[in-house]
């Protein structure tokens, strides 16, 4: 089974930008669609933003116009660029399958944003 490494996170001053990388252990090019997910202290997981294929993006209605998702399927790697960060953007960030069942969860990776 395809698992995921993410990295990329840290800390990171109010309106600074991170780039984060998904790196799967086999093909992701079968795989429709590819998000990113965050997950808050307290807080339930969610999709932050995913990928089909084809190239199609969605991004939920918190990070829309900050954050892009780009997935390279030679590379069997997904990004997620995120600029204009603020403090509710603060969470451990893993990236999966979206929409559908998902794989294994990788470790994920820790964004802080505080000055």
């Known amino acids: 089974q395809v698992q995921f490494v993410e990295s990329g996170g840290g800390l990171v001053q109010p309106g600074g930008s991170l780039r984060l990388s998904c790196a799967a252990s086999g093909s992701i090019r079968s795989i429709f669609r590819m998000g990113w997910y965050r997950q808050a202290p307290g807080k339930q997981r969610e999709l932050v933003a995913n990928?089909?294929?084809?190239?199609?993006?969605i991004y939920a209605d918190s990070v829309k116009g900050r954050f892009t998702i780009f997935r390279d399927n030679d590379k069997n790697t997904v990004y997620l660029q995120m600029n204009s960060l603020k403090p509710e953007d603060t969470a451990v960030y893993y990236c999966?399958?979206?929409?559908?069942?998902?794989?294994?969860w990788g470790q994920g990776t820790q964004v802080t944003v505080s000055s």
């Open positions: 990928i089909a294929s084809t190239g199609s993006t």
């Open positions: 999966n399958t979206a929409y559908t069942a998902p794989l294994v």
